[in-house]
């Protein structure tokens, strides 16, 4: 993604690049977990790789301009940056397929007997009527609720309520209180919205 603006090495401070591309590795690696590689088409290894190319990118840039640990904050916060705008991309991308995994009880018509509507139908008709009733943001944390990435399954078992500072560290965003608050409203406004969604979608589920 990054690898065409990387320039070739001809001499440079071997020591110091390995020391700081060993100080930086725990980051990269929380960071790549915070991407969702499902979205973009990719495995994890790619994702990982991914930030290895901007670690490069960015040292290439900094090196011989800042002391050391300057360099390595630019690096840091090159790398920040690059999560959110990678998860911000992923986010904006029509992955059909990856739609297709949103679950089929969300609706909560498991107990609707003889189901008679088909799966891939369903899922289309439920995915659209969402997108017309919410706003964008209440879409994008809707999208998280019921496609919840690696770095989420991995921090809670309780994937139908997933705690608002756990979605806001997911999209890089500061968990102050008013970024929670906001976050929770866009779950009421999901919830007002999954029953209408009930109310609209369970006659049809036992349409024969």
């Known amino acids: 993604m990054e690898l065409h603006r990387i320039k070739e090495y001809q001499s440079y401070d071997r020591i110091l ?27 994890h290894n790619q994702i990982m790789s991914y930030f290895d190319d901007k670690f490069l ?19 840091l916060s090159a790398l920040s940056n690059f999560k959110n705008r990678l998860c911000r991309y992923s986010y904006t991308q029509k992955m ?3 739609r297709d995994a949103i679950s089929m009880d969300f609706l909560n018509l498991e107990n609707v007997p003889d189901q008679k509507l088909d799966d891939s139908l369903y899922i289309t008709l439920v995915t659209e009527f969402f997108k017309e009733k919410l706003t964008q943001d209440a879409y994008l944390i809707f999208d998280i609720q019921t496609n919840p990435p690696l770095y989420i399954t991995s921090k809670t078992s309780n994937i139908y ?4 500072k756990l979605i806001c560290d997911f999209l890089g965003l500061e968990s102050t209180q008013a970024t929670i608050k906001y976050v929770n409203s866009l779950k009421n406004e999901i919830k007002g919205v999954k029953e209408m969604a009930i109310e609209h979608f369970a006659p049809m589920a036992l349409v024969s």
């Open 57 to 75: 990118l960015a040292y290439q840039k900094y090196v011989g301009k800042y002391t050391e640990p300057v360099l390595k904050g630019h690096i």
């Open 96 to 98: 059909g397929i990856y």
């Open 161 to 164: 309520n997933i705690p608002s």
């Open 17 to 43: 690049f390995n020391r700081i591309y060993k100080e930086t590795e725990p980051l990269r690696k929380k960071l790549s977990y915070q991407i969702d590689a499902r979205r973009i088409g990719v495995d």
